[in-house]
């Protein structure tokens, strides 16, 4: 038998300590002894004292060396523990004021959940944030049962086997036994002159053997051992994941990775976080009642529970209309979750041309991507988006091409601009998951699909048969698929609607994120002031500057925005509109100018619902306005960029409006008198004089016809009419 031998260093030590803990116990029996075994009160007092001096030379010279060793070996940890409580303490101390309420708020609700884990501060780019993770529903089964234990697997794995009427004598020499959430890996010895491939070949046999059925059932080689095969086996009773179970993970990871999620445990009962921001797009199946809305509010959860809205703007696609509602007025969404196909078409367009201007400030900035970027101009962070699509099947059916080809330029270069997707389906067939959307999402979850070749699609590649209820395979950027029962906030949808309701109160109520948000905005607003046009990103960042925050503007609101910006995409056929635009070529710009000179100010949504165009050419016009000087900065108070008015336009104006005051008068009084008119303009006779000249050569006088003779009206009575009916119908000032 090996025996091993410690280092020399380890048995210096140990003896070392040895040898002085055996002095001070000799010492100390000596002292102990003598102060029964001698009489007088002197003798006792020596004995004390000698005890007193024994303990000390132990403490000093046998304890404390060893706990010095001890805390030298561990400095490192010591050091970052010290860090990590400094940086809470002036985390906390910076947001004490604002979160007091947030806490209040939170606190009668908190006393439905254990209390587990305590409010845990999350270091972001903003400082400290403080989830209200204590709310966290509690797992009411967090251990599964399984018949096949240690000290039985090999018995009953040797049963089977021999009842499959394979050569199996004696038990089974079981190697390793490993235990996830919903499945255990049994590795064990292959008997003599018994093959993998043999084994395999009874696997419906031996599944049946040992459970009467072979869902879930697997046979493969042992990772680690040689001339070994593994079971691996559903348990009779699974435990679930529940987000509290694996939320420290979580916390831990905010800092290392930009945007980690939950996923759930692995088969081994292991944790697992991802970065979203390396997949960088996933392209999530399953079929119904998989567990597919689950892991989305999962994930949605992880990314609001870490991220401010300072950090991370989400766009929800929710076509079922159901699954997201929840999520409405939560500060980071940029709009309502969007339930219409036309709405959602033209919230991805956003998206696209959000992605253009990201582009082109990376590229202002020789920076390469958005962590780059972030780093270089601090006050001008940009957030992450992370764009979900619940049901694209559904928005392909009524809307396939528009939203394809949104979603194949987010997909192909939204990564770099901090632009991520989430594209959930039940049907994963090539005519929803097309090749190239495929190509551009290598991120890939599957949870349980109707078929293998559902799996083949998504994990491009052979795949065991799901169980559901969140037992999924996750492949990362192309990398080996991993299996993994995903974290439910709850099972009981009630306890995790409310986890959600209060982290989105906590959001709400938190003073200090609303103020930073205005902050950043506000940036964003610099940024545009500097490169002059940002316009692109203007209709999102209306919704913070409105007076109203987006999440109490009403749906119907947004809906009638959007539907009016997906027009252009959706009624192609609408062909009257298309032939006057394009017979009329430039007009557009025209009525554009007259809009915003007539309005004081112009902003995208406005020309949307002037012109009835889309988001892109309204942008476009806008963009040419702030090109052309016509317009200024945003107002955040009239949601507009304000008009400009040049000296020469004016003097142009207040003409216009004299010539139309005098036509009213006259159409009104039938009368054309230079004098009353000089009153009612207050102006000199002899600027109304070239005015009534003005207007003879528009036609609507006739001039004198002798010397002594005035001016005369020159429009018909029916024309007058029409003239003063038009004008009744404007709100021009009343003379
Ligand atoms: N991770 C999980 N842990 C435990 N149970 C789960 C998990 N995921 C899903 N389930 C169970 O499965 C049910 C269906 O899940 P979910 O609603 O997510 O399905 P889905 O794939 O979104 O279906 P559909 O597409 O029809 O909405 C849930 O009500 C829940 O009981």
Redesign the pocket.
């Given at each position: 038998m090996e025996v091993r031998t410690p280092p020399a260093a380890e048995k210096k030590k140990e003896s070392f300590f040895q040898f002085i803990t055996r002095l001070a116990v000799i010492g100390a029996a000596i002292c102990v002894g003598g102060y029964f075994a001698l009489k007088g009160e002197d003798m006792h007092a020596l004995a004390l004292k000698g005890l007193r001096l024994v303990g000390m030379v132990w403490l000093i010279f046998g304890l404390a060396p060893v706990l010095l060793q001890q805390a030298w070996r561990d400095r490192a940890k010591w050091w970052a523990a010290i860090r990590r409580w400094m940086k809470q303490q002036k985390g906390q101390r910076a947001m004490s004021d604002t979160l007091t309420p947030v806490i209040a708020h939170s606190e009668p609700v908190s006393d439905r959940s254990a209390s587990v884990v305590s409010d845990q501060s999350v270091p972001g780019q903003f400082g400290i944030l403080l989830a209200p993770y204590s709310l966290l529903p509690s797992n009411p089964r967090p251990h599964a049962s399984s018949k096949l234990r240690a000290d039985n697997a090999g018995e009953i794995i040797s049963d089977a086997l021999q009842l499959a009427g394979l050569p199996v004598e004696g038990d089974i020499q079981v190697l390793n036994l490993e235990s996830g959430p919903t499945l255990q890996t049994v590795s064990f010895q292959l008997p003599p002159r018994l093959q993998l491939s043999k084994i395999s070949s009874k696997k419906e046999d031996i599944a049946n053997h040992l459970f009467g059925h072979s869902l879930g059932f697997d046979i493969t080689s042992a990772t680690n051992f040689r001339s070994a095969a593994a079971f691996v086996l559903p348990h009779d009773e699974r435990a679930?994941?529940y987000m509290r179970d694996v939320v420290q993970d979580l916390i831990n990871m905010k800092g290392k990775m930009a945007l980690p999620v939950i996923f759930?445990k692995d088969v081994r009962g292991k944790p697992m976080i991802q970065d979203l921001a390396k997949m960088p797009h996933l392209l999530l199946a399953?079929?119904?009642?998989?567990?597919?809305?689950?892991?989305i509010n999962t994930v949605l959860t992880s990314l609001l529970s870490t991220q401010s809205p300072i950090e991370l703007r989400l766009l929800l696609i929710d076509p079922?209309q159901v699954?997201l509602a929840v999520y409405r007025g939560y500060p980071h969404l940029l709009s309502p979750p969007v339930t219409e196909p036309k709405q959602a078409i033209a919230a991805l367009s956003k998206i696209v041309v959000e992605m253009e201007r990201r582009y082109e400030l990376l590229a202002k900035t020789f920076t390469r991507n958005i962590v780059q970027y972030n780093k270089k101009m601090p006050n001008e962070a940009l957030p992450y988006i992370v764009v979900v699509i619940d049901e694209y099947a559904d928005l392909m059916v009524v809307a396939g091409a528009a939203v394809e080809e949104s979603v194949q330029r987010i997909a192909q270069k939204a990564r770099a601009a901090g632009i991520h997707l989430i594209l959930g389906t039940?049907r994963p067939s090539v005519d929803v998951v097309t090749g190239v959307i495929k190509a551009n999402l290598p991120s890939r979850v599957a949870?349980r699909l109707e078929s293998t070749h559902d799996y083949r699609t998504v994990l491009d590649g052979a795949a065991p048969q799901l169980l559901?209820?969140?037992d999924g395979i996750c492949r990362i950027q192309g990398g080996s698929p991993q299996r993994f029962?995903?974290?439910?906030i709850s099972?009981e949808?009630m306890e995790s609607t409310n986890f959600i309701e209060d982290l989105k109160a906590y959001w709400i109520n938190s003073n200090q994120v609303s103020a930073l948000g205005q902050e950043e905005w506000d940036m964003s607003e610099e940024v545009a002031g500097a490169a002059a046009q940002d316009i692109s990103t203007e209709l999102m960042e209306s919704e913070i500057h409105d007076d109203v925050p987006p999440w109490e503007e009403t749906q119907e609101e947004h809906l009638e925005e959007e539907v009016i910006a997906a027009e252009p995409y959706l009624a192609p056929d609408d062909e009257e509109d298309e032939e006057e635009e394009e017979a009329d070529e430039g007009e557009p710009y025209e009525k554009a100018l007259k809009l915003g000179r007539k309005q004081g100010g112009i902003s995208v949504a406005m020309l949307q619902r002037s012109l009835r165009i889309g988001y892109v050419a309204a942008a476009q016009l806008l963009q040419r306005m702030v090109d052309e000087g016509r317009v200024g900065a945003h107002d955040p108070e009239r949601n507009m960029r304000l008009w400009i008015t040049s000296k020469e336009e004016q003097t142009l104006d207040d003409k216009a409006m004299m010539l139309n005051r005098m036509k009213r008068y006259i159409c009104r009084t039938r009368t054309v008198k230079s004098t009353e008119l000089r009153d009612l303009l207050g102006v000199r006779r002899e600027k109304v004089l070239q005015y009534m000249q003005e207007l003879t050569d528009e036609g609507f006088l006739d001039p004198p016809k002798a010397a002594r003779l005035g001016y005369t009206i020159a429009w018909s009575e029916e024309e007058i009419q029409q003239f003063l009916a038009q004008m009744d119908a404007e709100d021009g000032d009343d003379i």
């Amino acid at each position: 038998m090996e025996v091993r031998t410690p280092p020399a260093a380890e048995k210096k030590k140990e003896s070392f300590f040895q040898f002085i803990t055996r002095l001070a116990v000799i010492g100390a029996a000596i002292c102990v002894g003598g102060y029964f075994a001698l009489k007088g009160e002197d003798m006792h007092a020596l004995a004390l004292k000698g005890l007193r001096l024994v303990g000390m030379v132990w403490l000093i010279f046998g304890l404390a060396p060893v706990l010095l060793q001890q805390a030298w070996r561990d400095r490192a940890k010591w050091w970052a523990a010290i860090r990590r409580w400094m940086k809470q303490q002036k985390g906390q101390r910076a947001m004490s004021d604002t979160l007091t309420p947030v806490i209040a708020h939170s606190e009668p609700v908190s006393d439905r959940s254990a209390s587990v884990v305590s409010d845990q501060s999350v270091p972001g780019q903003f400082g400290i944030l403080l989830a209200p993770y204590s709310l966290l529903p509690s797992n009411p089964r967090p251990h599964a049962s399984s018949k096949l234990r240690a000290d039985n697997a090999g018995e009953i794995i040797s049963d089977a086997l021999q009842l499959a009427g394979l050569p199996v004598e004696g038990d089974i020499q079981v190697l390793n036994l490993e235990s996830g959430p919903t499945l255990q890996t049994v590795s064990f010895q292959l008997p003599p002159r018994l093959q993998l491939s043999k084994i395999s070949s009874k696997k419906e046999d031996i599944a049946n053997h040992l459970f009467g059925h072979s869902l879930g059932f697997d046979i493969t080689s042992a990772t680690n051992f040689r001339s070994a095969a593994a079971f691996v086996l559903p348990h009779d009773e699974r435990a679930y994941v529940y987000m509290r179970d694996v939320v420290q993970d979580l916390i831990n990871m905010k800092g290392k990775m930009a945007l980690p999620v939950i996923f759930g445990k692995d088969v081994r009962g292991k944790p697992m976080i991802q970065d979203l921001a390396k997949m960088p797009h996933l392209l999530l199946a399953g079929a119904t009642g998989s567990g597919k809305s689950v892991y989305i509010n999962t994930v949605l959860t992880s990314l609001l529970s870490t991220q401010s809205p300072i950090e991370l703007r989400l766009l929800l696609i929710d076509p079922k209309q159901v699954e997201l509602a929840v999520y409405r007025g939560y500060p980071h969404l940029l709009s309502p979750p969007v339930t219409e196909p036309k709405q959602a078409i033209a919230a991805l367009s956003k998206i696209v041309v959000e992605m253009e201007r990201r582009y082109e400030l990376l590229a202002k900035t020789f920076t390469r991507n958005i962590v780059q970027y972030n780093k270089k101009m601090p006050n001008e962070a940009l957030p992450y988006i992370v764009v979900v699509i619940d049901e694209y099947a559904d928005l392909m059916v009524v809307a396939g091409a528009a939203v394809e080809e949104s979603v194949q330029r987010i997909a192909q270069k939204a990564r770099a601009a901090g632009i991520h997707l989430i594209l959930g389906t039940q049907r994963p067939s090539v005519d929803v998951v097309t090749g190239v959307i495929k190509a551009n999402l290598p991120s890939r979850v599957a949870f349980r699909l109707e078929s293998t070749h559902d799996y083949r699609t998504v994990l491009d590649g052979a795949a065991p048969q799901l169980l559901g209820f969140g037992d999924g395979i996750c492949r990362i950027q192309g990398g080996s698929p991993q299996r993994f029962q995903s974290a439910s906030i709850s099972v009981e949808d009630m306890e995790s609607t409310n986890f959600i309701e209060d982290l989105k109160a906590y959001w709400i109520n938190s003073n200090q994120v609303s103020a930073l948000g205005q902050e950043e905005w506000d940036m964003s607003e610099e940024v545009a002031g500097a490169a002059a046009q940002d316009i692109s990103t203007e209709l999102m960042e209306s919704e913070i500057h409105d007076d109203v925050p987006p999440w109490e503007e009403t749906q119907e609101e947004h809906l009638e925005e959007e539907v009016i910006a997906a027009e252009p995409y959706l009624a192609p056929d609408d062909e009257e509109d298309e032939e006057e635009e394009e017979a009329d070529e430039g007009e557009p710009y025209e009525k554009a100018l007259k809009l915003g000179r007539k309005q004081g100010g112009i902003s995208v949504a406005m020309l949307q619902r002037s012109l009835r165009i889309g988001y892109v050419a309204a942008a476009q016009l806008l963009q040419r306005m702030v090109d052309e000087g016509r317009v200024g900065a945003h107002d955040p108070e009239r949601n507009m960029r304000l008009w400009i008015t040049s000296k020469e336009e004016q003097t142009l104006d207040d003409k216009a409006m004299m010539l139309n005051r005098m036509k009213r008068y006259i159409c009104r009084t039938r009368t054309v008198k230079s004098t009353e008119l000089r009153d009612l303009l207050g102006v000199r006779r002899e600027k109304v004089l070239q005015y009534m000249q003005e207007l003879t050569d528009e036609g609507f006088l006739d001039p004198p016809k002798a010397a002594r003779l005035g001016y005369t009206i020159a429009w018909s009575e029916e024309e007058i009419q029409q003239f003063l009916a038009q004008m009744d119908a404007e709100d021009g000032d009343d003379i």
